[in-house]
């Protein structure tokens, strides 16, 4: 007798990691399959992907555009501070407000991002790199 939907769900729920490792597996044996499976999705779907990605274009040019708004405000000083630093600049936003906080480098407005703009994290990273210096 096959299973059900309910079945299915709750053996998925119950091997999750067990099938997540298998698909990895599948995955990396199977390369070409994958590559072709990609590529013909692709076609089929090209015009659909053609809008995302002007969509996607369109929003990031607002966002370009209020980048440049805010480092136009920004201190000249602040400006040439942040130059040093790898040459990209970076409006830092407030995620909440959505205003902007000031100019850093591209490479530090990544950092503060993937540490989730918490100070907590940020100190405990700072210590970090001071005992091991």
Known sequence: MPWTEEQKREYRAQHRDELVQLQREWVINNQEHV?????????KNKERQDARNRENY?????????????????????????????????????????????ILCRHCNIGIGL????????ASAIGYLERWK
């Open 35 to 43: 590559k072709k499976q990609r590529r013909d999705w692709y076609i």
């Open 58 to 102: 369109h929003m990031n040019k607002e966002k370009r555009l209020k980048q440049t708004a805010a480092y136009e405000k920004a201190h000249p000083e602040q400006r040439k501070r942040s130059a040093r630093k790898y040459g990209l600049k970076r409006v830092g936003f407030n995620h909440t407000t959505n205003k902007p906080r000031g």
């Open 115 to 122: 540490l989730s703009e918490n100070v907590e994290t940020l």
